[in-house]
Nanobody, 120 residues
Framework: QVQLVESGGGLVQAGGSLRLSCAASGSILSINAMGWYRQDPGKQRELVAR???????NYADSVKGRFTISRDNAKNTVYLQMNSLKPEDTAVYYCNADLWKRDYHRGDYWGQGTQVTVSS
């Protein structure tokens, strides 16, 4: 099985910073891409940032210049450095991994989510 374990969420004032981490473990052969999504109650889950195994990165327009995604391939871990946080960044943040398992099945996996709350 595959597990994604997130950490680093919390409460911060507007203008502050947080760093999220997500470690993938289990029967993993290789990881194609890892990313962060977020979801507010009543809204659709949206992409925040995504990074592929070769380093191609995509950001949502709303976080460009403020958030930085990075990845440690050796540790199967992805990070999201969030600076200049705004109240509208408040959401549950979910880690995602597009990966191949050791049984050669490809799958899309999600973490349990971590709450980020930005106060004004």
């Amino acid at each position: 099985q595959v597990q994604l374990v997130e950490s680093g969420g919390g409460l911060v004032q507007a203008g502050g910073s947080l760093r999220l981490s997500c470690a993938a473990s289990g029967s993993i052969l290789s990881i194609n891409a890892m990313g962060w999504y977020r979801q507010d109650p009543g809204k659709q889950r949206e992409l925040v940032a995504r990074i592929t195994s070769v380093g191609t990165i995509n950001y949502a327009d709303s976080v460009k210049g403020r958030f930085t995604i990075s990845r440690d391939n050796a540790k199967n871990t992805v990070y999201l450095q969030m600076n200049s946080l705004k109240p509208e960044d408040t959401a549950v943040y979910y880690c995602n991994a597009d990966l191949w398992k050791r049984d050669y099945h490809r799958g899309d996996y999600w973490g349990q989510g971590t709450q980020v709350t930005v106060s004004s």
